[in-house]
């Protein structure tokens, strides 16, 4: 018998759709638990924030380059069992680190090589699991599955980054340790599931036209580049994330227990918002609220750069946070709902590379610009340019300002890149 309960709808108390979000809870956990140990141990070590800037690009370059070859992976091959070695791959790392750290032998040059092999990991993890997760519910309810799973991963990101800076206080063996067993747990979770809508097998046979086809599907979708873009510059330039050491450290005075905090404050509002998201989706203006909730990331970013109160950074992160996961939903919806299945993995392949080059390379752009004009300044004149961002996008794309609900577009054809006869 149905659920009367518009809320609940059926599909997303399938058991096939928690499992899922349990493994990616666990997943984000153990990889931010991951994440802060080697920003704060890197620190350590270097007292540098060019170094810690290398480390987010020594995770970007390697989602860069496979970009195209995750996409076709993620089309041709199981996508659970993509994500199952790449979450053993990032296993086998956490433990390489404890063995490294307990026994002295971490030098700047191994942590970077671990970070490259995160950042290969992590290549596949995101967009094979985006393109997963349409297997596992129907297209009606995909929308409120996204913010639900999105409620679940900010739990593992909130609790992750607060669970590592706790556990460093025993050493950064014990982090790395405990991030093994996270993705241990993440791994059984995701071996008990079945889609319960097999992907469909893509049309086009291997090669380059089949490898690019991500590219130009989002490049005949100007509501998609759009959003993806802007998703792209903003935290390319707003991104404080690699400087939050710093900021622990030497500005706030907080530790790494401070900084455990700081990593997780932004989750905490994207949970609260992805959970107001999942009982009362954006329905009407969804472009212009999309604009709305990244100028709010930028003048909070703005915020957090010019404080000097622990609470005040923790409460400017929080909105931050929550005004990121409007922008995450709005354009996670736009990507998947007008997708074809046979293409998801190659789409969300170039749309993850997006989102790491604004994570990654964003950490590498703040380390930069941190060591020529300092860790304050560089904060400001991100946010500053994020704002300078929204209204540039605005103008350049009106179909994405202008959009009014996620649920109006139908799936467009794929796109070639050649003619047909």
Same mark, same amino acid.
């Given at each position: 018998?149905?659920?009367?309960?518009?809320?609940?709808? =059926?599909?997303?108390?399938?058991?096939?759709?928690?499992?899922?979000?349990?493994?990616?809870?666990?997943?984000?956990?153990?990889?931010?638990?991951?994440?802060?140990?080697?920003?704060?141990?890197?620190?350590?070590?270097?007292r540098s924030a060019l170094t810690l800037g290398l480390v987010g690009l020594?995770?970007?370059?390697?989602?860069?380059?496979?970009?195209?070859?995750?996409?076709?992976?993620?089309?041709?091959?199981?996508?659970?069992?993509?994500?199952?070695?790449c979450q053993t791959t990032l296993l086998l790392t956490c433990v390489a680190l404890a063995l490294g750290s307990r026994h002295g032998l971490l030098t700047e040059p191994a942590m970077l090589a671990c970070a490259v092999v995160m950042g290969a990991a992590r290549a596949f993890v995101h967009p094979t699991m985006a393109a997963y997760l349409p297997s596992l519910v129907s297209g009606r309810d995909l929308p409120r599955a996204l913010a639900l799973s999105s409620s679940?991963?900010?739990?593992?990101?909130?609790?992750? =980054?607060?669970?590592?800076?706790?556990?460093?206080?025993?050493g950064p063996q014990a982090v790395y340790l405990v991030g093994a067993l996270g993705f241990a747990l993440a791994i059984g979770a995701l071996a008990t599931i079945r889609a319960t809508r097999p992907a469909a097998a893509p049309a086009e046979k291997p090669g380059l036209h089949f490898l690019l086809g991500g590219v130009a599907y989002i490049k005949s979708h100007p509501e998609i580049l759009g959003a993806i873009s802007l998703d792209l510059f903003s935290v390319l330039l707003g991104g404080a994330t690699a400087?939050? =050491?710093?900021?622990?450290?030497?500005?706030?005075?907080?530790?790494?227990?401070?900084?455990?905090?700081?990593?997780?404050?932004?989750?905490a509002g994207a949970v609260v918002m992805s959970l107001l998201l999942a009982r009362s989706p954006i329905t009407h203006n969804a472009g212009r609220k999309m604009f709305a909730a990244v100028a709010v990331f930028g003048l909070?970013?703005?915020?957090?750069?010019?404080?000097?109160?622990?609470?005040?950074?923790?409460?400017?992160?929080?909105?931050l946070g929550a005004a990121d996961m409007v922008s995450v939903v709005v354009r996670a919806s736009l990507v998947q709902l007008e997708t074809p299945d046979g293409m998801r993995g190659r789409v969300s392949?170039?749309?993850?590379?997006?989102?790491?080059?604004?994570?990654?390379?964003?950490?590498?752009?703040?380390?930069?610009?941190?060591?020529?004009?300092?860790?304050? =300044?560089?904060?400001?004149?991100?946010?500053?340019?994020?704002?300078?961002?929204?209204?540039?996008?605005m103008r350049l794309f009106p179909a994405l300002r202008d959009r009014e609900s996620l649920l109006t577009a139908t799936t467009s054809p794929v796109p070639t890149l050649r003619a047909t006869k």
């Open positions: 018998m149905r659920d009367a309960n518009p809320h609940n709808p =059926p599909t997303l108390r399938d058991t096939h759709f928690p499992r899922f979000v349990w493994s990616q809870t666990y997943d984000l956990l153990a990889y931010n638990m991951l994440t802060v140990a080697v920003g704060w141990q890197v620190y350590d070590l270097t020594a995770q970007f370059l390697p989602q860069f380059l496979l970009t195209l070859v995750v996409g076709q992976v993620a089309d041709r091959f199981e996508r659970r069992r993509v994500i199952m070695v679940a991963r900010q739990c593992g990101i909130i609790i992750g =980054p607060a669970l590592g800076g706790a556990l460093y206080a025993l400087l939050l =050491p710093i900021f622990a450290r030497d500005i706030l005075d907080v530790g790494p227990m401070g900084l455990g905090l700081l990593r997780g404050a932004p989750a909070c970013t703005i915020a957090f750069g010019l404080s000097r109160s622990f609470a005040l950074s923790l409460a400017s992160l929080v909105v392949a170039v749309n993850s590379m997006f989102i790491g080059t604004s994570n990654q390379l964003g950490e590498f752009e703040s380390g930069v610009t941190a060591a020529w004009f300092g860790a304050v =300044p560089a904060v400001v004149l991100g946010g500053a340019c994020t704002l300078l961002v929204v209204l540039t996008w």
